[in-house]
T-cell receptor, first 112, second 116 residues
Framework: GESVGLHLPTLSVQEGDNSIINCAYS??????FIWYKQESGKGPQFIID?????DKRQGQRVTVLLNKTVKHLSLQIAATQPGDSAVYFC???????????FGTGTRLLVSP | DAGVIQSPRHEVTEMGQEVTLRCKPI?????LFWYRQTMMRGLELLIY????????DSGMPEDRFSAKMPNASFSTLKIQPSEPRDSAVYFC??????????????FGPGTRLTVL
């Protein structure tokens, strides 16, 4: 029979807009979270991370917000550019260990 | 640094054949991970090593899959015999415990495997 693939949620924005990508994580014991960006044909690339003792962390044009109460993580990209078009994954883990569990991803499409 | 190096970048083989994927981690990194990415299941961790020792292989699908790390600069993932459902992109990643971004894993470009 025909395989049913993962349906990646897609966020479409205009260049210059701010983008918000959301992620629900599963393990309440996770205390470390990372956002990765994956462009077509490439491996995932680190964007930003946050530990559970923080609720916000900022990088260059990106901000990660963590809400441990509802196990929710978000990635905000300011002034989105066409080069930001990619699939974005959140990953959760334990600060004491190197193993990460990746979410299913969100596709970001940026129109000029 | 050249980053994580994987070879081959593309592999097309026939069902039943043995496939060997290769990975060279970033020099000095002490963790190495093998992942599989498919449309059906997303990005899955297969196995990871610490200082060349396998730590967790619970993600290895079945006995047809095996992984080795004979030294700090080389690892292989072998599938024998291969099946069409093994078609996927296989990523290798490495990390360094104690680095500033503690759990940041650096990914290679991947090997796209097609089993006919």
């Amino acid at each position: 029979g025909e395989s049913v693939g993962l349906h990646l949620p897609t966020l479409s924005v205009q260049e210059g807009d701010n983008s918000i990508i959301n992620c629900a994580y599963s393990n309440s014991a996770s205390d470390y979270f990372i956002w990765y960006k994956q462009e077509s044909g490439k491996g995932p690339q680190f964007i930003i991370d946050i530990r559970s003792n923080m609720d916000k962390r900022q990088g260059q044009r990106v901000t990660v917000l963590l809400n441990k109460t509802v196990k929710h993580l978000s990635l905000q990209i300011a002034a989105t550019q066409p080069g930001d078009s990619a699939v974005y994954f959140c990953a959760e883990g334990d600060w004491g260990f190197q193993k990460l569990v990746f979410g299913t991803g969100t596709r970001l499409l940026v129109s000029p | 640094d050249a980053g994580v190096i994987q070879s081959p970048r593309h592999e097309v083989t026939e069902m039943g054949q043995e496939v060997t994927l290769r990975c060279k981690p970033i020099s000095g990194h002490d963790y190495l991970f093998w992942y599989r990415q498919t449309m059906m299941r997303g990005l899955e961790l297969l196995i990871y090593f610490n200082n060349n020792v396998p730590i967790d292989d619970s993600g290895m699908p079945e006995d047809r899959f095996s992984a080795k790390m004979p030294n700090a600069s080389f690892s292989t993932l072998k599938i024998q015999p291969s099946e069409p459902r093994d078609s996927a992109v296989y990523f290798c990643a490495s990390s360094l415990r104690g680095s500033l971004s503690y759990n940041e894993q650096f990914f290679g470009p991947g090997t796209r495997l097609t089993v006919l």
